[in-house]
């Protein structure tokens, strides 16, 4: 299994800010997976991140809004840009296990905008 | 679009009594996977079968999955009032080595001492 701790666990931040959230895993991944969940819905994938390569969004996210590093194989953060309050949401980060097809979530990032 | 659907959305149960979950999605997979989540925490990993797999078990839980009908159930027997969560259902129809899942809009169980 992979062990996958996310700072910060929770933030109240105001309209128009940035929260950047890191992501740690205990072991060298290929593929780190960012995922939103609204209030009350599903688990919706923003964007992979692989290891030396830009992000591959998924259709509705663009980079301008949520830029992602990725600077070697167990670390991650994504960055929520000029938040509204739409921006609510829980931010998980996940990865697939090695020789396992697996995929671990870390405990998730609870994000409030006022 | 959401590839799983899952029903019922909400489930009431009584300790004791099984709770049975489905989950219904659209296209060819790899594998499913299913999930528990309590009260917006993060996401703790049940069980995963795979396409050529029919039926697995894990403790008190088990999960079947039917390619010909694109469904798959979660079975918790014996439930206990620690069993009250939401449960999501994910697909992984991955190619070229993508490893995305699509997540199901869940169900939310609750189980009454």
């Known amino acids: 299994s992979a062990v996958i701790s996310q700072k910060p666990s929770r933030d109240i931040c105001q309209r128009g800010t940035s929260l950047t959230i890191q992501c740690q895993v205990d072991?060298?991944?290929?593929?780190m997976f960012w995922y939103r969940q609204q209030p009350g819905q599903s688990l919706t994938l923003i964007a992979t991140?692989?290891?030396?390569?830009?992000?591959?969004?998924e259709s509705g996210f663009v980079i301008d809004k949520f830029p992602i590093s990725r600077p070697n194989l167990t670390f991650s953060t994504l960055t929520v840009s000029n938040m509204s309050p739409e921006d609510s949401s829980i931010y998980l980060c996940?990865?697939?296990?090695?020789?396992?097809?697996?995929?671990?979530f870390g405990p998730g990032t609870r994000l409030t905008v006022l | 679009s959401q590839q799983g659907e899952e029903d019922p959305q909400a489930l009431s149960i009584q300790e004791g009594e099984n709770a049975t979950m489905n989950c219904s999605y659209k296209?060819?997979?790899?594998?499913l996977q299913w999930y528990r989540q309590n009260s917006g925490r993060g996401l703790v990993h049940l069980i995963l079968?795979?396409?050529?797999?029919r039926e697995k078990h894990s403790g008190r839980l088990r999960v079947t999955l039917d390619t010909s009908k694109k469904s798959s159930s979660l079975l918790i027997t014996a439930s206990r009032a620690a069993d009250t969560a939401s449960y999501f259902c994910?697909?992984?129809?991955?190619?070229?080595?993508?490893?995305?899942?699509?997540f199901g809009k869940g169900t939310k169980l609750t189980v009454n001492p």
């Open positions: 994910a697909t992984d129809a991955s190619q070229g080595g993508s490893e995305k899942l699509v």
């Open positions: 079968i795979r396409s050529n797999e």
């Open positions: 072991s060298q991944v290929t593929m």
């Open positions: 996940s990865v697939r296990g090695r020789l396992t097809d697996t995929q671990y």
């Open positions: 991140a692989n290891q030396g390569s830009e992000a591959t969004y």
């Open positions: 296209t060819s997979i790899n594998n």
